[in-house]
Antibody, heavy 116, light 111 residues
């Protein structure tokens, strides 16, 4: 049973960089699948951010591409997200997911608040 | 890439059926059979209820069913129960550098 767990600071100051880690258990991320990040702003819908495969590449949401970096470390069974120059609009619950064309497994989510 | 369109709300009495639509375009819903439906309770992560248009993961009651016609996918919940009251989101694979897109979400109320 694959399990995903997000970790990172719950509070980030405006203009700084949001950095999140997803630790995967129960499945080796270097074997298959894309692995991604999805966020949900308070009271709003879901937004795909980025996805990565250990050998097939990376896709980014075009509207956020200039501020996003996704990376993967198969030796630690982790993948990561960086979002630069954050504003209050980036306040959201961030989920890491396994992509089987669309997400089929989700982490519990971590709330990140952007505030000074 | 725009979000898929869902009705904001839907409701039904216990035992009745409710159907939620998810309208996309020929570039997403109309091009792929990789359409999923998610159930989300407040403060919780989304849970897959339907994948690949009409397949149910193990453990999901057969009261939940999915279908697709053209650019519109649908989720039907039959025999509504109080525990079905939640938000529901659809998602479709897009491809071409865009992994997937989500629906706007529908709040289902059991009257």
């Amino acid at each position: 049973q694959v399990q995903l767990q997000e970790s990172g600071p719950g509070l980030v100051k405006p203009s700084e960089t949001l950095s999140l880690t997803c630790t995967v258990s129960g499945y080796y991320i270097g074997r298959a699948y894309f692995w991604g990040w999805v966020r949900q702003s308070p009271g709003k819908g879901l937004e795909w951010l980025a996805s990565i495969h250990h050998s097939r590449g990376i896709d980014y949401n075009a509207s956020l591409r200039s501020r996003l970096t996704i990376s993967i470390d198969t030796s630690k069974n982790q993948f990561f997200l960086n979002l630069t120059s954050v504003t209050a609009a980036d306040t959201a619950v961030y989920y890491c997911v396994r992509d089987d064309w669309v997400p089929d497994n989700w982490g519990q989510g971590t709330l990140v608040t952007v505030s000074s | 890439q725009s979000a898929l369109t869902q009705p904001p709300s839907a409701s039904g009495s216990p035992g009745q059926s409710v159907t939620i639509s998810c309208t996309g375009t020929s570039s997403d819903v109309g091009s792929h059979n990789y359409v999923s439906w998610y159930q989300q309770y407040p403060g919780k992560a989304p849970k897959v209820m339907i994948y690949e248009v009409n397949k149910r993961p193990s453990g999901v009651p057969d009261r939940f069913s999915g279908s697709k016609s053209g650019n519109t996918a649908s989720l039907t919940v039959s025999g509504l129960q109080a525990e079905d009251e939640a938000d529901y989101y659809c998602s479709s694979y897009v491809g071409g550098g865009i992994e997937y897109v989500f629906g706007t979400g529908t709040k289902v109320t059991v009257l």
